[in-house]
């Protein structure tokens, strides 16, 4: 059983020096604690060094299931889809020399992503770290922009999930016509901006199997494909994102929104997903609710030592909920 803790459970274990019992409980209990490297980054956001010194020190432990980044689980069910429905933007002979460097980074022991980060160690900046940057500081306002464009949508935050539409530009190549599902308009756009990038992370994951220009160009293929073909059970990260996006369009936009969506990501990392935040448990269960696929149960825990054990008594009684 997998149990994946938002970003604030962390600074609660780490203040509260529980890190330890956290890990004997999970190992008595047969539990997986998984970790994220989104969750690290917010960490790495912390303004005071001594505390963000000491949560990042807990989270890079050997004890817990390191995640790949979400980009890379996101494109991987992706690709699977275009290779089912687009084979003709596969490449026949892949070169996955490039891929694996990559990925090693990742999954590597010392040296890599996690060794870096526990050490504090900087990694050498890229065209790619720079527009993360400069993308981050655009988030918050561009959930402000998708706030004021839902506001035209009824009956609103209460629309089944699986219910809510959009409707595309007029003229559209590729578009039916008929509204789409929300999710498929923000992943389309997402997709087809970073994969003309050539040091974009999304792109680096794909384009040793998928010929992305060939992609690219096929303008009215790929749209078809996103607003109509792609299944939400096969890419529910797409679906999740999406989701995530649209309800918190209707609540208070804070720095901590577009974070919120990408952990909702890992919603289909682990049966059993703890935060502090009312407003992304609410939004999660939600999604377990209605989504069309099957996702982790959200746990709302309560702050500082009072939450940390109730974290501790739910992973050892994990059979129970």
């Known amino acids: 059983m997998r149990f994946f803790l938002d970003t604030n459970i962390w600074s609660y274990i780490a203040n509260e020096d529980a890190g330890s019992e956290l890990a004997m409980r999970a190992r008595a209990a047969g539990v997986e604690i998984v970790v994220s490297s989104a969750v690290v980054d917010e960490v790495q956001q912390l303004p005071v060094p001594d505390a963000r010194r000491k949560v990042i020190r807990l989270l890079t432990e050997n004890d817990w299931k390191r995640l790949m980044p979400e980009v890379f689980s996101e494109c991987s069910e992706v690709k699977a889809e275009l290779i089912r429905l687009r084979p003709e933007w596969v490449i026949a002979k892949p070169n996955m020399r490039e ?4 990925r090693y980074d990742w999954v590597r022991r010392t040296g890599g992503f996690w060794d870096r980060a526990r050490r504090e160690i900087d990694s050498p900046p890229t065209n790619e770290s720079v527009r993360r940057e400069q993308e981050e500081n655009l988030a918050v306002e561009q959930s402000f922009a998708i706030r004021e464009r839902l506001k035209k949508i009824r009956p609103g935050s209460e629309t089944h999930l699986q219910h809510v539409g959009h409707i595309p530009e007029t003229g559209t190549p590729g578009w039916t016509g008929k509204p789409v599902h929300y999710w498929r308009v923000p992943s389309l756009h997402m997709f087809k901006s970073e994969l003309q990038i050539y040091e974009s992370a999304i792109r680096e994951w794909l384009d040793s199997e998928i010929d992305v220009p060939a992609m690219l160009s096929s303008t009215e293929s790929m749209n078809r494909l996103w607003l109509h073909e792609l299944d939400p059970a096969a890419v529910p990260r797409q679906w999740l994102r999406g989701s995530f996006e649209f ?6 936009v804070t720095t901590g929104t577009p974070g919120d969506s990408r952990l909702a990501t890992h919603l289909v990392d682990a049966e059993v997903i703890i935060s502090a935040d009312k407003n992304f448990v609410r939004f999660a269960e939600r999604c377990r609710e209605e989504a069309p696929f099957k996702i982790g149960k959200t746990l709302l825990a309560k ?13 050892s009684n994990a059979n129970t909920l």
């Open 99 to 102: 891929f694996n460097r990559v």
């Open 247 to 252: 309800l918190q369009a209707w609540h208070k």
């Open 303 to 315: 702050a500082n030592r009072a939450g940390v054990d109730e974290v501790l008594q739910w992973i």
